[in-house]
């Protein structure tokens, strides 16, 4: 095992900052009031043959909107449907076709224990999650908290439609460093048709839970769940279990692979062979700033990364991003303790070797992800993501004034940032941009959501939303593999 540590952050690597003359807005849309911590996916909804936009939104925390889900024209921008909202809804879509209409239906929640199952053609819910149902159950009772992204999973239940994987957990009224009130997280399989449950555990170390698991099947048919525990300042602990052990109601057999003091495991992981053997490693980095990169066989960890006096909570974004052809790691690190963290670096490892590639330290902290892509056909991939810079107090501090939010681009090979989109007045510290070809021409668009700054309201506060589509003159020569949140698929596998 190879164990790197970055001793002093003093010297941050010098970079070029440029702007993207080749990207124009087709459209954007504006929306009062709402906001959203959702990030963008994308499927054609009203049969035009161009992709259309789904995101989660909502108002403020605890508050009730009529703008919970929302479905983009992606030609237009127009809105085709909106669904309500009891509170936020927070997750990405998952996309399937519950209702065998040749149209991709929506699976999405967040806070107070919301998940519904959409029509894709009209934004009807066709199922709802009830947690009261099950407040007598013995696991399904601590199921009443916050849900986080779903992935599919095998048909277990013989209905012909993939079941879906998701996570129960977290209490935003606990106070950090206070146990009182932190329930243990639960691991559900759900019935991708009527929201029904086929499985569930609770966590094998009691421990709360925030993370999105991630489900693959590995060459020998082996099908294994990665799930995480602990928080922003309590202790857990990343695990692997087999899917077949959660559908017999058990996790008790499931194998600890990292575990981090005083921080947990945030973040969703990611599925990548970095050891060149067909076989999907898992990568994962801990609340903490400890990256660590796990043998998908033998459960072995290949090398680790740790970067003192940092937190994370952001999504990892792979990539080839060196010039030999194994994937490479890019992420954020908030610099300080939440949720007063006062800066953000920005960090390439090498994924075969775990050795840091790349580190600069620009804007503020945010929990948005990056997406990937060879922006200049170099055979070399380019990291995009959204960038707020303003006097970085943390999270809850006073209201931050003259925010400066942009979409940048690094090129790793020139060590330089490039512009694709910058304004000021607005911000984004939730939501993840989105790589695609809408229209089916062969060039990349980019999609992405800012939200209205006011300088009498806190950073974490919505006062309206804005969502664009913007075109470029890359032309798509290789599959987007990374180019949404948690992937272009949304189930953290580098394919």
């Not at 001793?7 to 941050?12: E, K, R, W």
């Not at 997750?91 to 149209?103: A, E, F, G, W, Y």
Request: proline share 4%; glycine share 10%.
């Amino acid at each position: 095992m190879k164990i790197h540590y970055l001793a002093v952050l003093l010297c941050i690597l010098s970079t070029s900052c440029s702007e993207h003359k080749e990207v124009m807005s087709i459209w954007q849309k504006s929306l009062p009031r709402v906001g959203s911590q959702s990030s963008p996916m994308a499927a054609d909804l009203n049969g035009d043959d161009i992709l259309d936009i789904i995101i989660g939104a909502g108002e403020n925390e605890y508050e009730k909107s009529a703008q919970g889900i929302l479905a983009f024209d992606g030609s237009t921008g127009e809105i085709i449907w909106q669904a309500p909202c009891k509170d936020q809804i927070f997750n990405s879509p998952t996309l399937v076709d519950i209702n065998s209409d040749n149209t991709s239906d929506i699976i999405i929640g967040g806070r107070s224990s919301q998940l519904l199952g959409l029509d894709g053609k009209s934004g009807k819910r066709v199922w709802e999650y009830d947690p009261t149902t099950y407040s007598s159950h013995p696991i399904l009772k601590y199921a009443n908290k916050n849900f986080y992204n779903s992935v599919l999973v095998p048909d277990s239940n013989g209905d012909g439609l993939e079941d879906i994987l998701i996570s129960n957990g977290g209490n935003h009224e606990v106070f950090p460093h206070v146990s009182k009130g932190r329930e243990v997280g639960v691991l559900l399989v759900l019935d991708s048709k009527t929201g029904g449950v086929i499985a569930a555990d609770t966590m094998p170390d009691g421990g709360e839970t925030y993370m999105s698991p991630i489900y693959v099947e590995q060459k020998n048919g082996s099908k294994h769940i990665v799930f995480g525990t602990g928080g922003e300042t309590f202790s857990g602990s990343l695990y692997i279990a087999r899917l077949e052990d959660l559908l017999d109601n058990n996790l008790s057999k499931s194998k600890e692979i990292a575990t981090e003091t005083s921080h947990g495991f945030i973040s969703p992981p990611v599925f990548a062979d970095v050891t060149d053997d067909n076989i999907f490693d898992v990568i994962a980095i801990s609340h903490g700033g400890t990256m660590s990169a796990i043998n998908g066989e033998s459960l072995e960890t290949i090398w680790q990364y740790a970067i003192p006096a940092t937190e994370s909570s952001n999504g990892l974004a792979i990539g080839n991003f060196t010039e030999d052809h194994i994937p490479d790691v890019f992420t954020f690190v908030s610099k300080g303790k939440w949720p007063w963290n006062t800066g953000s670096y920005q960090i390439m490892l090498n994924g075969h070797t775990g050795e840091l590639e790349y580190i600069d330290s620009v804007g503020c902290p945010r929990i948005s992800s990056p997406v990937v892509y060879d922006l200049n056909g170099d055979d070399i991939d380019e990291v995009i993501f959204s960038l707020d810079s303003f006097d970085c107090q943390g999270f809850t501090s006073l209201p931050p004034k003259n925010i400066l939010s942009s979409l940048v681009s690094i090129d790793f090979q020139k060590r330089a940032i490039t512009h694709i989109d910058r304004k000021g007045g607005i911000k984004n510290v939730f939501s993840t941009p989105l790589l695609s070809d809408l229209d089916g021409d062969g060039y990349l668009d980019i999609v992405h959501a800012n939200f209205h700054h006011s300088e009498n309201l806190g950073l974490l506060i919505f006062d309206g939303m804005y969502i664009s589509r913007m075109i470029t003159h890359t032309k798509i020569v290789k599959p987007i593999r990374w180019g949404s949140y948690m992937g272009s698929n949304g189930d953290g596998i580098f394919r």
